[in-house]
């Protein structure tokens, strides 16, 4: 698409800048354009080679512009008239806005950004086209099927999300959890890995953080299966952690796709972007806590091969729950507005209330497929009727769960319960100095009541998507 687009500008004599953020995706995008022929240089740090400032077809660093334009102003800003952004979920902020608007202000460019996952990105880009569906793109034979597994996975009910809806790295990492739990954690891992994909065919592991990324990879070396780390910038390979240049990232990436490494372990550097459809084998070994991420995650092996007629994933992370199938197509449309954990808590809640059936994981040992309904497992056939999942908690003991993961709440309505939350809405919808949406408005309720209302009283959304904005923003003819 980025290079349909270009070769659009270029017949109307536009110059073009494609910006990218990491070193992988600039290498990458700078082969993919060799490959569609679209002759371009190179602005980024470490690709002197390839720097072509005469040519009107730029692939830019954001990181390099930043420091060659505006701090030690070696060069200008390309004059571009088409601005490209390639991952525009990551490039949104600071740096990236200064050097769009700047663009606009000078060259008068248009701006596209480009990205699987359009969330938080609505102060840059007035306009969200969707340009295709998973379920379309599995159709045309860009995309393939994903079998989901559910494995035992990692306990995070004492974890919250941060505001962006993340979970924060440091309640993740192997540094709060005993050696035990890390040996139960990898055990697992390494027998699921073993049964899912008996072929040792190339894998990804998306892990808590970078030393556990590490970790994981001399595991498995320990095992007598060869695995590499990869970062934003060192290697881990073959017992050595390297500088990850230029040529050594191409040459271990190669590797992985050959199939000479059998599992790549990352934290999220190859979270975006990267084009690796020999992939086969996706593991998070890490809860996610925001779609966006989850989305660009899992994309990872996604995509169509040759060699391919279904891909894996296999999760420890409850993230098969949270946030639903990789197979799914989802309302970008819908939440192009919102704050990026919206869909998540909006997804939820619904599962919560019974208005969205959660996922169901088999809990045969020599199974765990994940399931939208009936008692029955499609894969295995094993039949149960209530809702079981294995939870490593802290100590690296290991707990069956019955119920759903995601409890529903219990609302109850007083006699005052409609005066007070009358009175929580008028103090959300009057409040200047700290905007409240109507579900926070609700946690008011819940703070000072110590319990949950029945979402039917007065002045209450009518339609779900309103709980998700400002208690200002939603006229009275959409509330009950």
Known sequence: MAADLIRWAAKRGWPVSLYT???LLTEQLSRMMDEENVEHGVRASGFDDVHQPHLGVQISSTQTELSRVYQQEQWELHPAKLVLVDEAHLQKAGVMSQILRDHMEKHDSAIVGLTATPLGVNHIYSRL????????GRNCGALLPCDVHGCKEIDTRKIKRQANGEFAEADLGFAKRTKKWKQVIFADVLE??????????????????????VWFAQQFEAEGIRAAHIDGSDLYVDGERMEGTRGRREEMLAEVARGDIQVVCNRFVLREGIDLPELFHCILATPIGSLLSYVQTVGRVLRNHDSLDSVMLQDHGGNWWRHGSPNADRDWTTWFDFPPRVATDARLDRIASGSEAEPITCPNPECG??????????KCGHVCEKRTREVLMEDGSLVTLAGSAVPSKRRVKKQNTETRWENCYWRAKRSKKRPMTFKQAEGLFVHEN????????????INGIDWYRLVRDVPEERLL
């Open 369 to 378: 497929a994940v399931r939208t309904r009936g008692i029955k497992c499609p």
């Open 192 to 213: 699921s890995w073993r049964r899912l994909n008996p072929e040792g065919r190339p894998t990804v592991l998306f892990a808590p953080g970078v030393d556990e990324s």
């Open 129 to 136: 086209i969707v340009a295709g569906s998973v379920s379309e």
């Open 21 to 23: 953020n990491r070193r």
């Open 450 to 461: 110590g319990y949950w209302p029945p979402r039917d009283l007065k002045m209450m959304p």
